[in-house]
């Protein structure tokens, strides 16, 4: 190893990502920060994410250093061997094919040039490996040709398994599969294709003997029949609790008894997805979410089925809604923790495709989303979770890439869960509506970080939303060294049903910084003129918390030599500031206001 000087010093970061990382467990690694030269500064909190190891991999996550604009980019060596060198904007690496149960030392050297940096330094081990339990193998004989229903052999395989076992799906084989629930402390390793039953009935829990049935109350105003209970499951979709099908990953679960804001009440721990293979809904259909009549469990239309769950008579909220919302996602985490989702593809959800509800230290590496054509395919959700991090992702998505939540008006506003700590990192689309805060965030939104995205052919870029009666907050969101197609903070009027919050929402303190914001909407293939908005959520300058306030965009050009001559549009928003802010030809960008109070590079601008 080479020779290194110990120091560590977290003031060389952003407080936000400090206190972001501080936040995350390293799962009892040793951890050394060494020094830097004088001349190049060494990278900072380097790291292993919540989960992120497997039995034959280790990945690592670091910070720039404070004074990284002129380097090239990071040299990783382990056990003393250099193993690989990364861009300046790749602040990652995985190790693979290591030896199980095995410490290994790794270190990050800042690289400009042929110059290098003494490094921050690291130790960290890879899981234990128990038993691989292949489906394809007794007791288990799943049939992998994508026509036999393989549920319960897999199923099977999962309830087997004792700490650190390994569900393996082998590659070249495709697995037709009704809803599978993992268990704590195992693995699911997926190198061929599981692939999503077209059987709404493959979706629903085992029956049960009849239970209280949970009428929904005003928030929804959804009344269920008695099968509802029996047969489907507790969860939360679009900010609302309610039944639906299970998912066709299940990774813990809720409870409609449990009050979830008094604690955490964690019912699965210590689960890893990883592979080369792809997890999939049914081909056969797109364009499928529910509409007029039809309920979907995953990618199917039933009919008029959903009359078997709800009771349409009795029931407030409109048909269309109430059908929509009986859908799982692909891959659903509920109230679990120290979740590792790595390498593997996921495409053609029946709504969202990897959701966290209620859930902690959720990391998401080198995965790629493609669900575009499918309606409500978001990409990855964190609602109401916390230290949920994204790094070295693909999207292609029918709807957000990434859209980060938190309830709904009532539902959102009294369990106050917010979301908060979470890391985007590295991540690119290739397609779709972009990254989006809310419009769900009655519960709060805090403490987001996202860098060295790319993230174009999208509609709107980077977009913070809620209606005016939504409630809650955004705060603490933090961008950098990333292009994205415009910046959107402001109201919207849809998906505003149930009763309203006693407030509006809050919407502050924020920075983008060093930005390219290329004025273009990737849905319409259209060069925009107008690349940021920001509006408030009241026209009254005596109740200025509801503007959206203390903002600041520095160092960003607006546009391409397509759209050249750019627009800032601000409405009922407080201590906004544009520092170096550009259109492309380096002149400044017009800015027209309404009820606002702003600067550009310093000076103050017209209301």
Same mark, same amino acid.
């Given at each position: 190893m080479k020779k290194t000087a110990k120091r560590c010093e977290a003031g060389l970061l952003p407080a936000f990502f400090v206190s972001a990382c501080a936040a995350v467990p390293l799962c009892g690694l040793q951890v050394a920060c060494?020094?830097?030269?004088?001349?190049?500064?060494?990278?900072?909190?380097? *790291?292993?994410?919540?989960?992120? %190891?497997?039995?034959?991999?280790?990945?690592?996550?670091?910070?720039?250093?404070?004074?990284?604009?002129?380097? %090239?980019?990071?040299?990783?060596?382990?056990?003393?061997?250099?193993?690989?060198? &990364?861009?300046?904007?790749?602040?990652?690496? &995985?190790?693979?094919?290591?030896?199980?149960?095995?410490?290994?030392?790794?270190?990050?050297?800042?690289?400009?040039?042929?110059?290098?940096?003494?490094?921050?330094?690291?130790?960290?081990?890879? $899981?234990?490996?128990?038993?691989?339990? $292949?489906?394809?193998?007794?007791?288990?004989?799943?049939? /992998?040709? /994508?026509? %036999?229903?393989?549920?319960?052999?897999?199923?099977?395989?999962?309830?087997?398994?004792?700490?650190?076992?390994? !569900?393996?799906?082998?590659?070249?084989?495709?697995?037709?599969?009704?809803?599978? $629930?993992?268990?704590? $402390? *195992? &693995?699911?390793? !997926?190198?061929?294709?599981?692939?999503?039953?077209?059987?709404?009935?493959?979706?629903?829990?085992?029956?049960?003997?009849?239970?209280?049935?949970?009428?929904? /109350?005003?928030? %929804?105003?959804?009344?269920y029949t008695a099968e509802a209970p029996k047969r489907l499951i507790w969860s939360r979709i679009e900010g609302w609790e309610q039944y639906c099908y299970r998912s066709l990953i299940n990774i813990g679960s809720l409870d409609e008894a449990t009050d979830y804001s008094a604690g955490a009440h964690y019912v699965c721990h210590n689960v890893k997805i990883c592979g080369t293979g792809t997890i999939t809904g049914d081909a056969g259909k797109i364009h499928y979410a529910p509409i007029k009549g039809n309920a979907t469990a995953l990618a199917v239309a039933e009919g008029n089925s959903a009359d078997r769950f709800y009771d349409l008579s009795a029931s407030v909220t409109s048909e269309n809604n109430i059908r929509s919302r009986i859908r799982g996602r692909l891959i659903n985490v509920s109230n679990a923790q120290n979740v590792y989702i790595k390498g593997i593809t996921v495409a053609k959800p029946p709504m969202w495709t990897i959701h966290m509800i209620y859930s902690d230290s959720i990391t998401t590496n080198g995965v790629t989303f493609e669900t575009r054509g499918y309606r409500n395919g978001d990409g990855w959700d964190p609602d109401s979770s916390t230290n949920c991090t994204i790094y070295d992702c693909m999207f292609n998505t029918g709807d957000d890439c990434i859209a980060i939540k938190s309830g709904k008006n009532p539902e959102g506003n009294n369990p106050m869960i917010p979301a908060k700590n979470i890391r985007i990192i590295g991540c690119k689309s290739e397609g779709g509506l972009g990254l989006a805060v809310g419009s769900e965030m009655s519960g709060g939104v805090e403490s987001v970080y996202v860098r060295d995205c790319v993230l174009s052919n999208t509609r709107y870029g980077i977009e913070l939303k809620a209606s005016k009666v939504r409630g809650g907050y955004i705060k603490d969101f933090h961008v950098q060294d990333c292009t994205v197609d415009r910046i959107l903070v402001h109201s919207v009027t849809y998906n505003a049903d149930g009763d309203p919050a006693a407030t509006s929402p809050v919407f502050s303190d924020m920075t983008f910084r060093n930005m390219q914001v290329l004025g273009f909407n990737g849905y319409d293939h259209t060069w925009l003129s107008k690349s940021i908005e920001i509006e408030g959520f009241t026209s009254n300058p005596g109740n200025d918390a509801h503007y959206v306030q203390n903002l600041t965009f520095e160092d960003i050009t607006l546009g391409t030599s397509n759209n050249v001559q750019q627009e800032i549009s601000l409405k009922y928003t407080r201590n906004i500031s544009f520092n170096r802010v550009v259109q492309s030809d380096k002149k400044a960008p017009a800015v027209t206001a309404k009820d606002s109070i702003y600067t550009v590079n310093g000076k103050p601008g017209v209301r």
């Open positions: 060494v020094s830097s030269s004088a001349a190049l500064p060494a990278p900072e909190q380097l *790291m292993v994410p919540s989960a992120a %190891t497997t039995y034959a991999s280790i990945s690592l996550l670091w910070d720039k250093p404070a004074a990284y604009h002129a380097i %090239t980019g990071y040299n990783i060596y382990q056990n003393g061997a250099l193993v690989a060198t &990364t861009a300046a904007d790749h602040t990652y690496y &995985t190790a693979e094919n290591l030896e199980p149960d095995t410490a290994y030392t790794f270190e990050v050297c800042t690289v400009k040039g042929k110059a290098e940096s003494q490094g921050t330094q690291l130790i960290a081990r890879t $899981d234990k490996k128990g038993t691989v339990r $292949d489906v394809t193998q007794a007791p288990y004989n799943a049939a /992998g040709d /994508g026509k %036999t229903l393989d549920t319960a052999a897999i199923q099977a395989a999962i309830n087997d398994c004792a700490p650190y076992d390994i !569900v393996l799906i082998p590659e070249n084989r495709v697995f037709l599969t009704g809803a599978l $629930d993992l268990k704590s $402390d *195992m &693995t699911l390793e !997926v190198n061929g294709t599981l692939l999503s039953s077209a059987n709404p009935a493959d979706f629903e829990k085992p029956a049960t003997a009849a239970s209280t049935v949970y009428s929904g /109350g005003s928030a %929804t105003g959804v009344v």
